[in-house]
């Protein structure tokens, strides 16, 4: 009987066995892309698609201790066969992938393995420092003691050259800097699998090999490692236990540099002596423009050989003697673990991974958005400072435009507090429309690999950008009340300041959810431009809310333009008991500021109704943004 693994908490929250094999059999993927270029064709027939192959049943065995490089040209499927046998891609795939010969979740393979993108994501503000604390933190069993977690990372930090740049800037670190700052975050988990997607590309000779040493060294304290590589530096094969040769979605060899030399030579095939290894496999196995078909005729025959050639043997051996037995395929795509037998033997824990709770990821989530507010300060600053002196612009025609009130003056003052709401709600309402396309893919990939939840995220977002949409506004009416010497004393002014506060959150919601739906900020102008000029229209200025027609003035209901700017009205006009009428007997009178609210269709007692539906609007936004964020988590991240 195997010992039972301590559950301490010092430890890994996984205990596995260092003698994994992973073998995947006849893996097909396939991608649906678009199958003509006609816009008139897709007018009329509708986009016509069409599913093109990637890989095509290819196989292979790799053990712990061995690091493997998979080597071939531009497009032949060495990122989406890493992406599927690491379990990353949900869909469209066919095949086995067994560990010790088990078909196993995807649950268990993100526990058990970790991934190093080609080009990883990060919030580039954050130091390697703060970097690795936050993804320690998500990472982690929870049960870690802050000292335990900061020990680690100075280890890792340490292994891999990087302690002395703990306190500079993601943004300022080199490519080879970069790929060991994402390599260590994934080996805080101190995974048995590791699959790493070219982490050479854009490096010199000197960074790459760096990188692949790390990578060995790895490797032969009892883990599986695998890249991807492309056009590596001349030698850079010989640090690699073993390679896997891929030409169109093709398996072309799998074994090790020596035995894949003498198995070209034996089809007469040999590696010129001003070439590299690299640079041969990959030329021999290319596609050439122009002669398609040749080529493919020589993929086929390499493939062909490899299959039957002792080494194809030797692979297929291997895969059968990890084979433990059937099972069932238990990967359901729901997440749920179901024990490995493999593991299960061991008495291996892994359900007893403790991932911190929602609270404690939105508080580390509101923590990294503030970092990442505060080195951006000077931006913020800087449009805020555009805001203040568009106030300063606006209010300068208003100057004294309370004094002596008369009947040309009421135009006057309620197009400045239009003007009020209106430059608020714009510059708040688009201030937030790159929010969500420009952090989706860090979302996607996060989710992804189960970091945090996404009502925390978008939670998050919404607590650090509220300040400043109290703030600034708060500022700009204070501002604005002064220069134009609107009535009343500080209770007024509150009143007065409190619409335009609601205003500028609730356009802040509603911009987040058009940032939510839409991937790019073009897409989410189009229509929010419409919706901003249809709402604006019951803003009371263009039209005369009192006498519109019932099919339409419920339209003002779902206006912010319309709750804040009768809002701001009331607070102003009730202030006025009396208004100068004109000399001219002929020119209508109106004597009161009631009367005014009543000539533009406001109801004198709606503030507090403009309020709730402020911040209805604020509550609808937000919940359908969440939303849109929540189905769109579903999706699949690029790697």
């Known amino acids: 009987m195997q010992p039972r693994c301590r559950q301490s908490v010092n430890e890994t929250a996984l205990c596995s066995p260092t003698n994994l094999t992973l073998s995947w059999s006849n893996i097909c993927y396939k991608v649906k892309v678009k199958k003509n270029d006609s816009y008139v064709m897709d007018f009329f027939k509708g986009r016509q698609m069409e599913y093109i192959s990637i890989l095509n049943g290819v196989s292979g065995v790799v053990k712990s201790g061995t690091l493997m490089a998979i080597l071939g040209s531009s497009g032949a499927g060495k990122t989406s066969l890493l992406a599927t046998i690491s379990k990353r891609i949900k869909k469209r795939t066919t095949g086995d992938i067994l560990l010790n010969g088990k078909l196993f979740t995807r649950g268990l393979m993100a526990k058990i393995s970790g991934f190093v993108p080609q080009e990883d994501l990060a919030v580039k503000s954050l130091t390697v420092q703060e970097h690795m604390e936050f993804m320690a933190k998500m990472k982690i069993d929870r049960r870690y003691r802050r000292v335990a977690r900061s020990q680690k990372i100075d280890v890792l930090l340490l292994d891999l050259g990087l302690i002395e740049l703990k306190n500079s800037k993601l943004s300022t670190l080199s490519n080879g800097e970069w790929k060991r700052v994402s390599l260590a975050v994934q080996l805080l988990t101190e995974p048995k699998i590791l699959f790493c997607d070219e982490p050479t590309t854009g490096l010199d000779s000197y960074s790459a090999t760096v990188v692949i040493d790390a990578l060995k060294n790895i490797a032969v304290k009892g883990r599986i490692v695998i890249c991807s590589l492309h056009q590596p530096a001349s030698g850079l094969l010989d640090h690699f236990h073993k390679i896997y040769l891929l030409a169109a979605g093709n398996l072309a060899f799998q074994g090790s540099l020596s035995e894949a030399t003498a198995f070209f030579s034996s089809l007469g095939y040999n590696c010129p002596s001003i070439y590299s290894h690299a640079e041969f496999f990959v030329s021999l196995l290319s596609i050439i423009r122009g002669n398609e078909d040749e080529c493919f005729k020589k993929i086929i025959r390499i ?7 002792a080494y194809g043997k030797k692979m297929t051996t291997s895969i059968e003697e990890s084979y433990a037995g059937t099972s069932v395929d238990i990967d359901d795509g729901d997440g749920k673990d179901i024990p490995h037998p493999i593991f299960a033997a061991n008495y291996l824990p892994l359900n007893d991974f403790k991932k911190i709770p929602s609270f404690q990821q939105l508080r580390w989530l509101i923590w990294r958005n503030y970092i990442d507010y505060k080195r951006n300060s000077s931006a913020i600053f800087l449009k805020f400072l555009i805001y203040i002196i568009g106030g300063l612009i606006l209010a300068t025609p208003y100057i004294h435009v309370t004094r002596n009130i008369d009947q040309r003056s009421i135009q006057n ?220 988590s579903f999706n699949e991240p690029v790697y």
Request: with cysteine; glycine share 6%.
């Open 303 to 309: 493939c062909a050989e490899f299959k039957k050639s």
């Open 413 to 632: 003052v309620q197009g400045l507090m239009y003007y009020i709401v209106t430059e608020t709600i714009f510059t708040f309402h688009y201030a937030v429309f790159y929010t969500f396309p420009k952090e989706m893919p860090l979302l996607l990939r996060d989710m992804a690999n189960g970091l945090y939840y996404p009502l925390p995220y978008y939670v998050s977002k919404v607590a650090v950008m509220i300040p400043g949409s109290i703030i600034q506004p708060f500022i700009y009416s204070a501002l604005i009340y002064c220069i134009t010497g609107l009535r009343g004393g500080l209770i007024s002014f509150l009143y007065f300041v409190l619409p335009v506060v609601l205003g500028a959150i609730s356009a802040g919601a509603l911009g987040c959810l058009m940032s939510a739906l839409f991937d790019s900020f073009e897409t989410a102008s189009l229509l929010s431009v419409s919706l901003d000029f249809l709402t604006l229209i019951f803003s009371g200025v263009y039209l005369n809310l009192g006498n519109l027609p019932a099919r339409i003035s419920w339209l003002k209901y779902i206006s912010q333009f319309y709750y804040s700017t009768e809002a701001v009205s009331v607070t102003q006009w009730r202030e006025y008991n009396y208004i100068n009428c004109s000399t001219n007997i002929d020119t209508p009178c109106i004597a009161t500021g009631e009367q005014v609210m009543e000539n533009f269709g406001f109801a004198p007692d709606n503030y507090y109704i403009d309020l709730m539906g402020l911040l209805a609007i604020f509550t609808f936004s937000h919940f359908a943004g969440f939303m849109a964020i929540f189905y769109r």
